[in-house]
T-cell receptor, first 115, second 112 residues
Framework: AQKVTQAQTEISVVEKEDVTLDCVYE???????LFWYKQPPSGELVFLIR??????QNEISGRYSWNFQKSTSSFNFTITASQVVDSAVYFC????????????FGKGTMLLVSP | DSGVTQTPKHLITATGQRVTLRCSPR?????VYWYQQSLDQGLQFLIH???????AKGNILERFSAQQFPDLHSELNLSSLELGDSALYFC???????????FGPGTRLTVL
């Protein structure tokens, strides 16, 4: 069975600090997809990124970057120079390639960025 | 705005009652997914429909059912409601069956 673990329940930083959110996953499939979603205080879930298991190239998008390492089953997310607007709950999710992409979510990490 | 709409935004009802949550996917998306978010269980997948057909079931109770109509909107029916059913119910849509999912704003259900 697939499982996603986000060991950090809550992280507090001061604006402009860099912060890394950890995600460790378990799956028996060789083909799978990893996702990060953001849930701001308003409650909606915002899609951030999707990576497949064959693409370990790390990605940078503005202040966001993702580090995918199959050897350690991790898909970590870093925010550089954090801002107050980054305060949200961040969810890591896994989807196995079963012909449909239902998501298994981690418990989420609440990020609080203070001015 | 993801393009996925959900109604109602809030719903307050009593134990034993039945409610219907509605979801309209993004234009062109054929897949609709339902998820439940509660404090103790986190975000859990309930059910997936693709072009009107049920494709996958997750941790969905027998008291819950869903369907996807020919116009691709979906409804989640919750019956014999219990206090523990209080949660945020999300609908998501995707173009196919393996694409990223875009979530609606959710329906917050409170069972008193």
């Amino acid at each position: 069975a697939q499982k996603v673990t986000q060991a950090q329940t809550e992280i507090s930083v001061v604006e402009k600090e860099d912060v890394t959110l950890d995600c460790v996953y378990e799956t028996r499939d060789t083909t799978y997809y990893l996702f990060w979603y953001k849930q701001p205080p308003s409650g909606e879930l915002v899609f951030l990124i999707r990576r497949n298991s064959f693409d370990e190239q790390n990605e940078i998008s503005g202040r966001y970057s993702w580090n995918f390492q199959k050897s350690t089953s991790s898909f970590n997310f870093t925010i550089t120079a954090s801002q107050v607007v980054d305060s949200a709950v961040y969810f890591c999710a896994l989807s196995e390639d079963q012909g449909y992409s239902t998501l298994t979510f981690g418990k989420g990490t609440m990020l609080l960025v203070s001015p | 705005d993801s393009g996925v709409t959900q109604t109602p935004k809030h719903l307050i009802t009593a134990t034993g009652q039945r409610v219907t949550l509605r979801c309209s996917p993004r234009s062109g998306d054929l897949s609709v997914y339902w998820y439940q978010q509660s404090l103790d269980q986190g975000l859990q997948f309930l059910i997936h429909y693709y072009n009107g057909e049920e494709r996958a079931k997750g941790n969905i109770l027998e008291r819950f059912s869903a369907q996807q109509f020919p116009d691709l909107h979906s409804e989640l029916n919750l019956s014999s409601l219990e206090l523990g059913d209080s949660a945020l119910y999300f609908c998501a849509s995707s173009a196919g069956t393996r694409d990223e999912q875009f979530f609606g704003p959710g329906t917050r259900l409170t069972v008193l």
